[in-house]
């Protein structure tokens, strides 16, 4: 018969059932500290490999969202943990880049010119730490294209777009040392819409027209990427407005 630390309920097993504490629990220690950062933040034990074998795997993204999740790690949280890695990665790994254009003539050319300049800057330095919400308006436009063959609602497209944009993050890390040489944003850029495009293409399989999926998959990322930039540039004429730049 064990007696619960917690709250003293007496019970046989190794949980109690009334708060689930453990029936073991040792000293803390160093040893403890290691397994707690495996355990909440890599989750090795558990998820993190499965959630990579979805790269190469998309229909386990189909079937964590039909129900079948033991294993997994939860997407959302791994794609938060991943763009902080890369966010990091590349503040350390800064290569500078100036943004440069010539204003037009004319008062109305001006401003355009101020906000272009100015969404293009804080795009370059502010996108990086933004990544995540890119999910939500793949996520929108994926419920829109893909609702009737799907039947999937707006959070389960979310869930689905977590997985593939932690994906192009993971890619984004892997092959860092090009493309930081060659683009000012690691997580944006040509290859990471492709890489998003193709994604898309090979999970919603449930759309069985290869050519309307292509052309579905594209819309998707491309409406998404078209609203992501214009937050940019609301922002950038807010800014403007409020400081007169």
Same mark, same amino acid.
């Given at each position: 018969?064990?007696?619960?630390?917690?709250?003293?309920?007496q019970? %046989?097993?190794?949980?109690?059932? %009334?708060?689930?504490?453990?029936a073991t629990t040792a000293?803390?220690t160093?040893?403890?500290?290691?397994?707690? !950062?495996?355990?909440?933040l890599?989750?090795?034990?558990?998820g993190?490999l499965k959630n990579?074998?979805?790269?190469?795997? +998309?229909? !386990?993204?189909?079937?964590?969202? =039909?129900?079948?999740?033991?294993?997994?790690y939860?997407?959302?949280v791994?794609?938060?943990?991943v763009c902080g890695?890369?966010a990091y990665?590349?503040i350390t790994?800064k290569?500078?880049?100036?943004v440069?254009a010539?204003?037009?003539?004319?008062?109305v050319y001006?401003?355009?010119y101020?906000i272009?300049?100015?969404?293009?800057?804080m795009?370059?330095d502010?996108?990086?730490?933004?990544? =995540?919400?890119m999910?939500? +308006?793949? =996520?929108?436009?994926?419920?829109?294209?893909?609702r009737?063959n799907?039947?999937?609602n707006l959070?389960?497209?979310?869930?689905?777009?977590?997985?593939?944009?932690?994906?192009? *993050?993971?890619?984004?890390?892997?092959?860092? +040392?090009?493309?930081?040489?060659s683009?000012?944003?690691?997580a944006f850029n040509?290859y *990471?819409?492709?890489?998003?495009?193709?994604?898309?293409?090979?999970?919603?399989?449930?759309?069985t027209?290869?050519l309307?999926?292509?052309?579905?998959?594209?819309m998707?990322?491309?409406?998404?990427?078209?609203?992501?930039?214009?937050?940019?540039?609301?922002?950038a004429f807010v800014?403007?407005?409020?400081?007169?730049l």
């Open positions: 018969m064990n007696t619960c630390l917690h709250c003293d309920n019970y %046989e097993g190794n949980f109690c059932p %009334e708060c689930g504490q453990k000293r803390l160093f040893h403890q500290i290691v397994h707690d !950062l495996q355990h909440v890599l989750h090795l034990d558990k993190v990579l074998k979805t790269i190469w795997m +998309p229909s !386990l993204i189909r079937d964590y969202i =039909a129900g079948k999740r033991v294993g997994f939860n997407p959302i791994l794609l938060l943990f890695i890369l990665v590349e790994f290569v500078p880049i100036k440069e010539k204003p037009l003539r004319g008062e001006s401003i355009g101020k272009g300049k100015t969404a293009a800057a795009f370059r502010w996108s990086k730490y933004f990544e =995540a919400l999910v939500l +308006p793949l =996520a929108f436009w994926s419920s829109q294209f893909y009737v799907t039947r999937y959070i389960e497209n979310i869930y689905i777009q977590a997985f593939i944009v932690c994906n192009m *993050s993971l890619i984004g890390l892997v092959f860092f +040392p090009i493309l930081r040489h683009t000012p944003v690691v040509l *990471s819409v492709l890489l998003l495009i193709l994604f898309n293409f090979v999970t919603f399989t449930q759309e027209n290869w309307h999926r292509t052309l579905k998959s594209t998707v990322v491309l409406l998404a990427y078209l609203v992501y930039i214009l937050a940019f540039v609301v922002a800014v403007i407005k409020i400081w007169g």
